[in-house]
């Protein structure tokens, strides 16, 4: 039976790996083919192209632009639907902004299915004319750091956070570093100096739909894959980066939240049950998950926390953002 008391015990058995479960798209559907995901590209107007699938009746193409204001979020741009024959685009003048972030997916409609199926998601940045910061960035005394190349966001990352972002199975891309590099800019020291490392990869054995995960016996490490990358790159880090909190030196505060929001109330199976409803679905499995969540949605939508769910907003606020609030 598990106990509060042999808390710690049960954590490290179960939590040898602690990772975000993202949904995963159908196989079974068009994907993009280009521009390659993560390019930056230096036209306003590109041609989207993709693969066939045999059974499609129309392709919709739908694209999404990373918000400057609502950090972290993709907000829907706009859609063009065309004939099965036709496996590319060019995107309408008008349509896309200078030194933005862009996502874009293909629906194929079946006729057995005229919901259909979403492929994969592709990224692209545009840098006709390339800043050298972008807008919403608070000043930082690293002004000379050239955040427009990767080596120059990988030395940054590095002087900035001592951070070193490592490339595994898969390599760190512009458009990702700089999310990266936006994401670290936003949080304390005592936060990110928790994490070490952080390595790209393309996929883990964990499981397909496994975003990224940090392993308890190497907690400064953090690894993310593709489908992290492309889902939801800023708030997996953050999510991960509070596993590196909680075991570099701050287990009692993760303590503490599980004494606060959680309770061994079940006494057929021993199982942690939640006192009052995690803000996520995949914080429902356990306190560490539920921090890990609550502490993603503070930084990547903090309006959507404190509206849900203000208790734990004001302890991540004081126990782990040092007061810092967005
Ligand atoms: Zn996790």
Not at 12 to 19: D, G, T, W
Not at 37 to 45: A, F, I, N, P, R
Not at 52 to 61: L, N, T
Not at 295 to 318: G, I
């Amino acid at each position: 039976m598990i106990t509060k008391q042999n808390f710690s015990f049960y954590l490290i058995a179960i939590l040898l790996f602690s990772f975000l479960i993202l949904p995963f798209s159908s196989a079974f559907a068009a994907n993009p083919v280009s521009p390659a995901s993560g390019e930056v590209l230096k036209t306003l107007t590109p041609e989207l192209s993709w693969s066939a699938d045999k059974d499609a009746v129309k392709y919709d193409i739908w694209i999404l632009k990373k918000s400057k204001k609502m950090f972290g979020l993709y907000m829907f741009l706009g859609r063009s639907i065309r004939d099965a024959a036709e496996t590319k685009t060019k995107v309408k003048t008008g349509t896309l902004e200078d030194n933005s972030d862009y996502l874009w997916t293909v629906r194929t409609i079946t006729k057995s299915s005229a919901i259909g199926n979403f492929g994969k998601t592709f990224k692209f940045s545009t840098a006709v004319n390339p800043i050298h910061q972008t807008p919403q960035q608070p000043t930082s005394p690293d002004t000379s750091a050239d955040l427009n190349t990767v080596s120059g966001l990988l030395a940054a990352i590095k002087a900035k956070f001592g951070i070193t972002m490592e490339n595994g199975t898969a390599e760190w891309v512009l458009s990702s570093l700089r999310v990266a590099y936006n994401t670290l800019s936003k949080l304390p020291a005592k936060f990110y100096s928790c994490t070490k490392n952080i390595q790209r990869i393309s996929t883990t054995s964990l499981g397909a739909g496994v975003g990224g995960y940090v392993n308890s016996g190497d907690p400064s490490r953090l690894y993310m894959t593709n489908l992290g990358v492309n889902y939801d790159l800023a708030g997996i880090i953050v999510h991960e980066m509070t596993h590196c909190f909680q075991f570099n030196g701050n287990y009692s505060t993760a303590m503490s939240w599980a004494n606060q929001f959680w309770t061994a109330r079940n006494s057929y199976n021993g199982q942690w049950q939640p006192v009052s409803a995690p803000p996520t679905d995949y914080g429902r499995t356990n306190p560490l998950e539920d921090m890990a969540e609550s502490v993603k949605l503070y930084v990547t939508s903090a309006s959507t926390l404190k509206y849900k769910d203000s208790a734990r907003y004001d302890f991540v606020k004081n126990y782990v953002m040092n007061g810092m609030e967005f």
